[in-house]
T-cell receptor
């Protein structure tokens, strides 16, 4: 079956550096992608999303890049802070063929650790 | 505070027992979801509901059932719990299907 996956399960960065978290997807029919942040003991929290008709979207200190040619998604965090330490998940909307329901399919997550 | 409320926060359950996890949202979202989160497997969709009165199966529906009698509530029932259902369960909602989902704080369930 098709799935969303991550290149790196763990990432350790120095405070103040930029972080890049990568994600590969394999379903070319996916048309909506979301990055979530999950802190220990909490539910996933929306960070930023991007639709397949875009290749870049910026938020506050975060940028998501979408490369449809190679089916790759990345989350860039500028000036990483200790509060950014968490597990980051990418998720895609996969539409069920023959139906109208698109369900969020999550990757397995990358743990980001920020060293002071 | 607006959002999603899950109950209980945690539960230890004997195998074979019936258990209902509760989920309530006050954002008037149409769509609601139940996920389970297991180490190394990420979040997997159990069941979903696009609107009150309708439900659908996700990736791992076996052993679980849901109902959506109204917009706000989306309970998840384990008819006869088994140890493999030990997991953290997250309820989520979105204004409409296929859009940004908001998550609850989770229910940690241990089946012994």
């Amino acid at each position: 079956g098709e799935s969303v996956g991550l290149h790196l399960p763990t990432l350790s960065v120095q405070e103040g550096d930029n972080s890049i978290i990568n994600c590969a997807y394999s379903n070319s029919a996916s048309d909506y992608f979301i990055w979530y942040k999950q802190e220990s003991g909490k539910g996933p929290q929306f960070i930023i999303d991007i639709r397949s008709n875009m290749d870049k979207r910026q938020g506050q200190r975060v940028t998501v890049l979408l490369n449809k040619t190679v089916k790759h998604l990345s989350l860039q965090i500028a000036a990483t802070q200790p509060g950014d330490s968490a597990v980051y998940f990418c998720a895609e909307i996969v539409r069920n063929y023959g139906g109208s329901q698109g369900n969020l399919i999550f990757g397995k997550g990358t743990k980001l650790s920020v060293k002071p | 505070i607006a959002g999603i409320t899950q109950a209980p926060t945690s539960q230890i359950l004997a195998a074979g027992r019936r258990m209902t996890l509760r989920c309530t949202q006050d954002m008037r979202h149409n769509a609601m979801y139940w996920y389970r989160q297991d180490l190394g497997l990420g979040l997997r969709l159990i069941h979903y509901s696009n609107t009150a009165g309708t439900t659908g199966k996700g990736e791992v529906p076996d052993g679980y059932s849901v109902s959506r009698a109204n917009t706000d509530d989306f309970p998840l029932t384990l008819a006869s719990a088994v140890p493999s259902q030990t997991s953290v369960y997250f309820c989520a909602s979105s204004a409409k299907p296929n859009t940004e989902a908001f998550f609850g704080q989770g229910t940690r369930l241990t089946v012994v």
